[in-house]
T-cell receptor, first 110, second 114 residues
Framework: TQLLEQSPQFLSIQEGENLTVYCNSS?????LQWYRQEPGEGPVLLVT?????EVKKLKRLTFQFGDARKDSSLHITAAQPGDTGLYLC??????????FGKGTLLTVNP | DSGVTQTPKHLITATGQRVTLRCSPRSGDLSVYWYQQSLDQGLQFLIQ???????AKGNILERFSAQQFPDLHSELNLSSLELGDSALYFCASSVYAGGPGEQFFGPGTRLTVL
């Protein structure tokens, strides 16, 4: 069974601070996705990383896929209250099934 | 709005009962995925259908079953409900049969088993 561990589980910061959340596994994934989920809604895809070592930027969000394709990180610069939400990583295995981490619940206080 | 619709939004029922959750995928999407989200287990993949056929199976209990109809909508049937089945159930759809393509999630059905 492929497992994804996300850390930290909870993060509460002030507006303007930087933060990094991590997604780690002992398994190799063919690709990894990051989603954000807001209360009462389904997850929304932010990015897909496919190549080991790949870095993708989405405005203030930077996503990195580890060289061995087992881990990933999400860095947010100058966080804003609108960034508040549950951040989920999901790895795509060789069987095309998505395995989700339990998420990092981020709160950005004004 | 992802374009995926799920009904009902909330469902409250008793142990031992059976319920049916319904999902309509985005126009043009052939794949439908069902997920269960709970506080302790996180988001767990249950089952995938592609163009009416079962494509992949995850951690789906034998008490649960699903199907995809010719018009591509899907239903998830949960029977002999237990307290531990209380969770959010999400449906997602995708153009793809598999691979890293984007899945679009519906707003979910919150099931409460009393």
């Amino acid at each position: 069974t492929q497992l994804l561990e996300q850390s930290p589980q909870f993060l509460s910061i002030q507006e303007g601070e930087n933060l990094t959340v991590y997604c780690n596994s002992s398994s190799v994934f063919s690709s990894l996705q990051w989603y954000r989920q807001e209360p009462g809604e389904g997850p929304v895809l932010l990015v897909t990383v496919v190549t080991g070592g790949e870095v993708k930027k989405l405005k203030r969000l930077t996503f990195q896929f580890g060289d061995a394709r087992k881990d990933s990180s999400l860095h947010i610069t100058a966080a804003q209250p609108g960034d508040t939400g549950l951040y989920l990583c999901a790895g795509l295995g060789s069987n095309y099934k998505l395995t989700f981490g339990k998420g990092t619940l981020l709160t950005v206080n004004p | 709005d992802s374009g995926v619709t799920q009904t009902p939004k909330h469902l409250i029922t008793a142990t031992g009962q059976r319920v049916t959750l319904r999902c309509s995928p985005r126009s043009g999407d052939l794949s439908v995925y069902w997920y269960q989200q709970s506080l302790d287990q996180g988001l767990q993949f249950l089952i995938q259908y592609y163009n009416g056929e079962e494509r992949a199976k995850g951690n789906i209990l034998e008490r649960f079953s699903a199907q995809q109809f010719p018009d591509l909508h899907s239903e998830l049937n949960l029977s002999s409900l237990e307290l531990g089945d209380s969770a959010l159930y999400f449906c997602a759809s995708s153009v793809y049969a598999g691979g890293p393509g984007e899945q679009f999630f519906g707003p979910g059905t919150r099931l409460t088993v009393l």
